[in-house]
């Protein structure tokens, strides 16, 4: 990685001097300072006229408006509840659960049960799982250079394997998180346009081009930083700040009675003893429609995820997805004699495939650097490099019409 971001140095500073001129001589006619009088309301939350009218626009007044709504039904919601029960002298559920009196023990006794008790739980079961997947939702949508940043905590999260091990490095995982929000919010603020000072990455001595500044998600006058981005990154705070409390509450006794406990099984255990170990029934008799739909997900969700291993490897042809059709193929070689083997065994096959998962998410997100700013290089001395990375600009907003005319 060290070596591809050195070359693309050496071969950014050999780009003729002609074409950086070309685009600095471009950029005033996009930005803001040098196409109109700049006006100071803009930038103190948007207030601004539209011709003749006193108040703001009508966009700009439908979103505030929008949010004073949700605050004040949410308060209104909250004020309604605290006087009902106060007014019939009841207690606030413990847990904030939907439907009352759903505990662990109902989650077996049917399928109406268990999709009541997962409305309860579900984030309290599976809200790791969704936080890893919307980490993944955030790289993929934004393939910058936060983006990086958060393969990078990400990797750094799943390397500590266990929930134990993760819950205690989840703290700095939520204020890293948290942190990089507040920083690109005031990224996408930048400097008041009135002081009519550019920033120093637009100065002829420094050869940024815009296409570098959007990935890299600087500040510009001549192309902002897309805030929508910063979406994905609330998203994520959010399931990441719930999660945080999850595991807080994971170790209190009243969460263990009424949702169960998360704790892992053991690694050493043998498959074909776990059944001794379960407090539930057979389901494979199919007693219920519950027992159903638990065959159809656990017997038949391991060849799903080999159908979406062998379409990840199909649908393009590069070196990364060689490595998702070995795996297919080495788990469709055992079948479901894997299943059988120790949960340890088991276990360090499919953490490998989630290694490699993560590697190649890391991969994709820093040679996006290349196939979003440096493709022209790559198109003029290295076309081999783009045909085996399969690389390729996925977020639009990048000048690559040049490149790509059929754009």
Known sequence: LQNFFFFVFLEFMQVNDSDTQSRQTSIPSRSVLYRAPVDPAVWFGGLKKCGDSILPCLQVRTNHLLA????????????????????????????????K????LHLDEGLANCIKY???YFFYKFGLELCFVVAVNLIGQRMDFYALLH???LTAVLCRRTRKSIAEVWPTYCCSTSSLLAFQYLLSIGIPPAFCTDYPWRTP????????????FLPDFAMPPNSSFLIYDFLLLLCVSLQWQVFEDENTAVFRILAGDNTEISRSLDTRDLSQYSPVHNFLHCRSYLDMAKVSIFGYFFWLVLCLLFITGTTRINIFCMGYLMSCFY???FGGTLLL???QHVLKRWDLLIAYTTLVITMKNALSLGACVYMDIFLKKGCWIIQM????????????RKLYPDL
């Open 205 to 216: 001595g420094l050869p940024f081009s815009s296409n570098l500044i959007k990935w890299l």
């Open 151 to 153: 393969t990078f905590m």
């Open 68 to 99: 004073l709504g949700l605050l004040a039904l949410e308060v209104t919601v909250h004020r309604h509840q605290l006087h009902y029960r106060l007014l019939h002298q009841l207690k606030p559920p413990t847990t904030g659960e939907l439907f």
């Open 101 to 104: 009196g759903m505990m662990r």
């Open 331 to 333: 788990f469709m070689l």
């Open 389 to 400: 990375l399969s690389m390729f600009c996925t977020v639009p907003g990048y000048e690559l």
């Open 341 to 343: 083997k120790p949960v």
């Open 118 to 120: 997962f409305f309860n």
